[in-house]
């Protein structure tokens, strides 16, 4: 079993609907939970990161970590086609700099 | 330049040819990354470069994969006897530090062997 899950997807949503990606994982020493969109034939990019428990939000986007449940979910609203990409969680233990990333999950939003 | 160069942005080789893969980072970052991406996977740390020095070659999967950075800028990737499962799309980042929020990625090389 990987220390990351993500199911790969594809997710295909309607323009204007709210997008939901979630990761779950099993070592409980992660500390940082980060999302990353990487479009196709291209690098990943940071989206956003949050340092243990909570939400944290940045415009259309809004992440969300429970560590009780090992559980991290990434939310996207007014979803546009532009936003089609891959979606990768990735975690890091405290300490370290080598993320650990999910398989990433395939959204298409669809006009 | 503007963002991480990588080059070629495609290569095939044939099973058994060395492979020669190039990164050129953003001008002054300090930290260079090397990651391989399986098709379909997130990317997997190979190698971590702090300047000219090679810090962490821990993800590195076998002695037939050899990096270097001779001068703390330019870095290449190479691979020797290429293997089909050593398919993939290599991803080089770079950061002022070695912190995950600095990184750029480039767009990768992806290689494929036949």
């Known amino acids: 079993q990987k220390e990351v899950e993500q199911d790969p997807g594809p997710l295909s949503v309607p323009e204007g609907a709210i997008v939901s990606l979630n990761c779950t994982y099993s070592?409980?020493?992660?500390?940082?939970f980060m999302w990353y969109r990487q479009y196709s034939r291209k690098g990943p990019e940071l989206l956003m990161y949050?340092?243990?428990?909570g939400n944290k939000e940045d415009g259309r986007f809004t992440a969300q970590v429970d560590k009780s449940s090992k559980y991290i979910s990434l939310f996207i609203r007014d979803s546009q086609p532009s936003d089609s990409a891959t979606y990768l969680c990735?975690?890091?233990?405290?300490?370290?700099?080598?993320?650990?990333f999910g398989r990433g999950t395939s959204l298409i939003v669809h006009p | 330049g503007a963002g991480v160069s990588q080059s070629p942005r495609y290569k095939v080789a044939k099973r058994g040819q060395d492979v020669a893969l190039r990164c050129d980072p953003i001008?002054?970052?300090?930290?260079l990354f090397w990651y391989q991406q399986a098709l379909g996977q997130g990317p997997e740390f190979l190698t971590y470069?702090?300047?000219?020095?090679?810090?962490?070659k821990s993800g590195l999967p076998s002695d037939r994969f050899f990096a270097e950075r001779p001068e703390g800028s330019v870095s290449t990737l190479k691979i020797q006897r290429t293997q089909q499962e050593d398919s993939a799309v290599y991803l080089c980042?770079?950061?002022?530090?070695?912190?995950?929020?600095?990184?750029?990625f480039g767009s990768g090389t992806r290689l494929t062997v036949v």
């Open positions: 980042a770079s950061s002022l530090e070695r912190q995950f929020y600095g990184y750029t």
């Open positions: 070592n409980s020493a992660f500390q940082y």
């Open positions: 949050t340092y243990s428990s």
């Open positions: 990735a975690m890091l233990r405290g300490g370290s700099y080598i993320p650990t």
């Open positions: 001008s002054g970052h300090v930290s």
């Open positions: 470069f702090q300047n000219e020095a090679q810090l962490d």
